[in-house]
T-cell receptor
Framework: RKEVEQDPGPFNVPEGATVAFNCTYS??????FFWYRQDCRKEPKLLMS???SGNEDGRFTAQLNRASQYISLLIRDSKLSDSATYLC?????????????FGKGTKLSVIP | EAGVTQFPSHSVIEKGQTVTLRCDPI?????LYWYRRVMGKEIKFLLH????????ESGMPNNRFLAERTGGTYSTLKVQPAELEDSGVYFC?????????????FGPGTRLTVL
């Protein structure tokens, strides 16, 4: 079983649509969770951290369910500029290691 | 403020040759990480420096890979001898705090092709 699993997509949605991405992780001891965004042939960039209480940043909402080891990202009112690959990222945080564990990413295309 | 920079942006070499990748972290960031993405796979961790010391090198695939960070500033990752399966994009990242929650800022990557 992969450490971080995501639906690879692609998700093709019209402008203005709401889209949700899901992710599961295998290490129940994981402590830190993130969504990164990666544009084509670019580096990953942090979109938002994910907290147990859920958090929102403008049109983006992230949720964490520790019991189910499940992370989600909701994008409301999709813009063309949201087209990218969204990476679910977990920090296992064991023994002083701060390595990030990445999912393969979910590709989103927002269509005019 | 300058971001993480990496050199070269692309490298094409033949199997058996040596390649050295360089990463300059954000100024003042003690933590430096190397990751790579091989085609069709997820980005995977290689190692983590805190200043000049290797904190975690559990992701290094084999002894053909050597990472250094002399002086605790820039880092190099040498692959010697390169094999076909080493092809991929090598990312460097840096962070300021030694914490699992601190943001890691990624460089643009070096795209390595081994023929």
């Amino acid at each position: 079983r992969k450490e971080v699993e995501q639906d690879p997509g692609p998700f093709n949605v019209p402008e203005g649509a709401t889209v949700a991405f899901n992710c599961t992780y295998s290490n129940s001891a994981s402590q830190s969770f993130f969504w990164y965004r990666q544009d084509c042939r670019k580096e990953p960039k942090l979109l938002m951290s994910v907290y147990s209480s859920g958090n929102e940043d403008g049109r983006f909402t992230a949720q964490l369910n520790r019991a189910s080891q499940y992370i989600s990202l909701l994008i409301r009112d999709s813009k063309l500029s949201d087209s990218a690959t969204y990476l679910c990222v977990v920090n296992p945080s064991w023994a002083g290691s701060y390595q990030l564990t990445f999912g393969k990413g979910t590709k989103l295309s927002v269509i005019p | 403020e300058a971001g993480v920079t990496q050199f070269p942006s692309h490298s094409v070499i033949e199997k058996g040759q040596t390649v050295t990748l360089r990463c300059d972290p954000i100024s003042g960031h003690d933590n430096l990480y190397w990751y790579r993405r091989v085609m069709g796979k997820e980005i995977k961790f290689l190692l983590h420096f805190v200043k000049e010391s290797k904190q975690d090198e559990s992701g290094m695939p084999n002894n053909r890979f050597l990472a250094e960070r002399t002086g605790g500033t820039y880092s190099t990752l040498k692959v010697q001898p390169a094999e076909l399966e080493d092809s991929g994009v090598y990312f460097c990242a840096s962070s300021q705090e030694r914490s699992g929650t601190d943001t890691q800022y990624f460089g643009p990557g070096t795209r390595l092709t081994v023929l």
